[in-house]
């Protein structure tokens, strides 16, 4: 059975897990790097489940398969924009994907955003990760043509995908 859940403070075994696990699947897909997270301290995983509950807005999402950890997915309200949030740290395990769980996170993530009152979810999604892309196409997301160097690989870029929440008035 399928659960999202939102990450209390005192969770933060459960995020450290789960991104180390990510970070060890996927390293192309995030700016972090494995060595650099598995190098943290407890004090430091126990202060970024903290931060998902401070200010600025933000959220921690994890999936459980049958109380199995199997993905995540991170919100962030702009500072500079508070019309706009950014996914981060989204993931789904191997093994799971296609089954439905990273639409489940999405959508945990979309509604926590709309009821922070954004218009805008923004995602980063590095080029050559085909899959990704079409996922979030299939979402509603678009590319919006913006893009910058992908930190761990410069010789790549990561692409800014959109997926407005609120439709201007016509």
Not at 127 to 135: G, M, Q, T, V
Request: charge should be neutral; hydrophobic fraction near 45%.
């Amino acid at each position: 059975m399928l659960k999202i859940k939102q990450l209390t403070p005192d969770q933060w075994p459960l995020l450290k897990a789960v991104r180390l696990r990510a970070l060890a699947d996927a390293p192309e897909a995030f700016c972090t790097q494995l060595a650099e997270a598995a190098a943290r301290t407890d004090a430091e995983w126990q202060e970024n489940a903290r931060r998902f509950t401070l200010l600025p807005p933000a959220v921690s999402y994890h999936a459980l398969s049958g109380g199995i950890p199997c993905g995540m997915a991170n919100c962030f309200v702009s500072k500079d924009d508070p019309q706009t949030a950014e996914l981060t740290g989204f993931w789904v395990a191997p093994e799971q994907r296609g089954t439905g769980i990273g639409a489940a996170l999405v959508a945990a993530v979309t509604d926590w955003a709309k009821s922070q009152n954004v218009a805008t979810l923004q995602a980063w999604v590095v080029e050559d990760n085909h899959r990704a892309i079409r996922f979030y196409e299939k979402l509603g997301f678009l590319d919006t043509g913006q893009r910058q160097p992908h930190t761990p690989e410069p010789s790549k870029q990561i692409l800014l995908l959109a997926h407005a929440l609120i439709l201007p008035a016509i």
